[in-house]
């Protein structure tokens, strides 16, 4: 059973520049939750999507926007990147909507110059 | 609304005494619990969590953690650290009233001395 696997590992923008982060969520999960951990705080909810609709929404500006795709992978959008936006981002899958336990992957340290 | 508040963000232990992490709740719900570890660079993996069965919660590598309603807690023990157990760990709450998104709190960087 392969695990939640996200992509790039590591990645570096300048400010004002647009980033994607991709995630593939665990074998039979239909739900996809994306985080947000800044520096020495804990992970924060940006959204979550189930069957290819956002379901639920942190507080993040709409400069954050996602997809799912029909085999549940999805992708994070951030558009005019900000100092700010320096955070390792952290997707995390389940079985289903609704289902407390998530399952995260390892991350994707972003760093905005 | 749910909240975490994480009582300690360092402790330290030496190796072989007893760890506890300490974690109160706030919820309007009946609240799903859970605690999750970070290792440097890592991402978060479950330690145990709590979802309205037994209020004392057995986890992996030792841990246990007991749902104190009353007290609205859910500290985290162990009763003899390893060195392994040096990391970030995180107490999250979570209610299906507002799609079971998990508030976590501020962590805890657990120190083990040998």
């Known amino acids: 059973e392969t695990g939640v696997t996200q992509s790039p590992t590591h990645l570096i923008k300048t400010r004002g520049q647009q980033v994607t982060l991709r995630c593939s969520s665990q074998?039979?999960?239909?739900?996809v939750s994306w985080y947000q951990q800044a520096l020495g705080q804990g992970p924060q909810f940006i959204f979550q999507?189930?069957?290819?609709?956002?379901?639920g929404r942190g507080n993040f500006p709409p400069r954050f926007s996602g997809l799912q795709f029909p085999n549940y992978s999805s992708e994070l959008n951030v558009n005019a990147l900000e100092l700010d936006d320096s955070a390792l981002y952290l997707c995390?899958?389940?079985?289903?909507?609704?289902?407390?336990?998530?399952?995260f992957g390892p991350g994707t340290r972003l760093t905005v110059l | 609304a749910q909240s975490v508040t994480q009582l300690d963000s360092h402790v330290s232990v030496s190796e072989g005494t007893p760890v506890l992490l300490r974690c109160n709740y706030s919820?309007?719900?009946?609240?799903?619990l859970f605690w999750y570890v970070q290792h440097p660079n890592k991402g978060l993996q479950l330690l145990l969590k709590?979802?309205?069965?037994?209020?004392l919660v057995k986890g992996i590598n030792g841990f246990e953690a007991e749902f104190k309603k009353s007290e609205t807690s859910f500290h985290l023990t162990k009763p003899s650290a390893h060195m392994s157990d040096a990391a970030e760990y995180f107490c999250?709450?979570?209610?299906?009233?507002?799609?079971?998104?998990?508030?976590f709190g501020a962590g805890t960087i657990l120190r083990v001395k040998s």
């Open positions: 995390a899958s389940s079985p289903r909507t609704g289902y407390g336990e998530q399952f």
């Open positions: 074998s039979g999960h239909n739900t």
């Open positions: 999507y189930y069957r290819e609709e956002e379901n």
């Open positions: 919820s309007s719900y009946s609240p799903s």
């Open positions: 709590y979802t309205s069965a037994a209020t």
């Open positions: 999250v709450v979570s209610v299906r009233e507002y799609g079971n998104k998990l508030v």
